[in-house]
Each structure stands twice: as structure tokens, then as C-alpha cells.
């Protein structure tokens, strides 16, 4: 059974950095694809980031490129989110998630995003 657990969400203020990390465990083929996705108050979630566990492909949408950076540990266990640049209107609960199918785990879709997180909050105020 897979089982993701996000960690390293907190307060900053505008223009900070964090990095947040997703524990896998019980990774099978249905995790070759992880995703990051947010959630802001009142908002759709959005999938803002992907990698592909088996090359470390990687693939953002254009509202964060250049200031978030996805990554994973050589033992593929963790992957993380590096965050750059936070801005107020991207204060939201950040999950992680997974897939089988690389980019489309980042849909967010019951077929294509099949095991989340819990969430982890990132507040960004002055």
C-alpha cells in the first residue's frame, strides 16, 4: 500500500523560500510519476509540479517555473518540492501525489493521480 507523507510547510514572509519534502512508501509502478499540487483557500487544487521517479524528467506549469524546483533522493524514498520567491496568493495547503503515468499524475484526476498526502500548510504573509 502506497503511503505519502508531506512535511516541511510553514510560515514566511513575501519573497522566502521552503522546501518541502514527501515521504513514499510502498512505491509499485503506480508511483513512477509524483506530483505536487496546491490548494488555496476558496480555489481549485492545481498540480504545479511533476518528476518521473525512473529518470528524474520533470515537468512544471508556467506559473511556477523558474522558482520551483521538484527533485527526489538518490534511493527515490523522498521527493521534494525547493520553493522560491513565495508570494501571499500562494499561501495554500501543499500535497503531494502519485501515479503511473508521467506528466499526467499532475491532472489530479482519480485515474491518473491515485494515492495523496495529507497536506502540509504554507502561509505567506508579511
Known amino acids: 500500500q502506497v503511503q505519502l507523507v508531506e512535511s516541511g510547510g510553514g510560515s514566511v514572509q513575501p519573497g522566502g523560500s521552503l522546501r518541502l519534502s514527501c515521504a513514499v512508501s510502498?512505491?509499485?509502478?503506480?508511483?513512477?510519476?509524483m506530483a505536487w499540487f496546491r490548494q488555496a483557500p476558496g480555489k481549485e487544487r492545481e498540480g504545479v509540479a511533476g518528476?518521473?521517479?525512473?529518470?528524474?524528467?520533470?515537468h512544471y506549469v508556467d506559473s511556477v517555473r523558474g522558482r520551483f524546483t521538484i527533485s527526489q533522493d538518490n534511493a527515490k524514498s523522498t521527493v521534494f518540492l525547493q520553493i522560491y520567491s513565495l508570494q501571499p496568493e500562494e499561501t495554500a495547503i501543499y500535497y503531494c501525489?502519485?501515479?503511473?503515468?508521467?506528466?499526467?499524475?499532475?491532472?489530479?484526476?482519480?485515474?491518473?493521480?491515485?494515492?495523496w498526502g495529507q497536506g502540509t500548510q504554507v502561509t505567506v504573509s508579511a
Open positions: 501525489a502519485a501515479g503511473p503515468r508521467f506528466p499526467l499524475c499532475m491532472l489530479g484526476t482519480r485515474a491518473e493521480s491515485t494515492d
Open positions: 510502498g512505491a509499485t509502478s503506480s508511483t513512477n510519476c
Open positions: 518528476i518521473y521517479r525512473g529518470d528524474g524528467r520533470t
